[in-house]
Nanobody, 117 residues
Framework: QVQLVESGGGLVQPGGSLRLSCAASGITFRVYAMKWYRQAPGKQRELVAHITSAANTAYSDSVKGRFTISRDNALNTVYLQMNSLKPEDTANYYC???????????WGQGTQVTVSS
């Protein structure tokens, strides 16, 4: 079965860094676009970063210049390097795998990131 397992969340002070990982299994990882979403309490889920199968990237304005998405197809893993973290980055972060041409989409269970002093 398909699994997306996020890790790397935790508590960090403002200005700090974290690296999230999402390990995929059960899919042909290299053909999927991978995305990171986040959802804070009482707010809608927000697309944070996107990397295509060709490794083209895009970011929301709120994280551009601070976050970097990358992928390692040999390890079936996508990463989100988060620098200069702010309290407003506090949320549950979710990994998403999308293959639009095959109408297939999968979600991880989420990992909590809390930015607080």
């Amino acid at each position: 079965q398909v699994q997306l397992v996020e890790s790397g969340g935790g508590l960090v002070q403002p200005g700090g860094s974290l690296r999230l990982s999402c390990a995929a299994s059960g899919i042909t990882f290299r053909v999927y676009a991978m995305k990171w979403y986040r959802q804070a309490p009482g707010k809608q889920r927000e697309l944070v970063a996107h990397i295509t199968s060709a490794a083209n990237t895009a970011y929301s304005d709120s994280v551009k210049g601070r976050f970097t998405i990358s992928r390692d197809n040999a390890l079936n893993t996508v990463y989100l390097q988060m620098n200069s973290l702010k309290p407003e980055d506090t949320a549950n972060y979710y990994c998403n795998a999308l293959r639009a041409d095959a109408h297939r989409e999968y979600w991880g269970q989420g990992t909590q990131v809390t930015v607080s002093s």
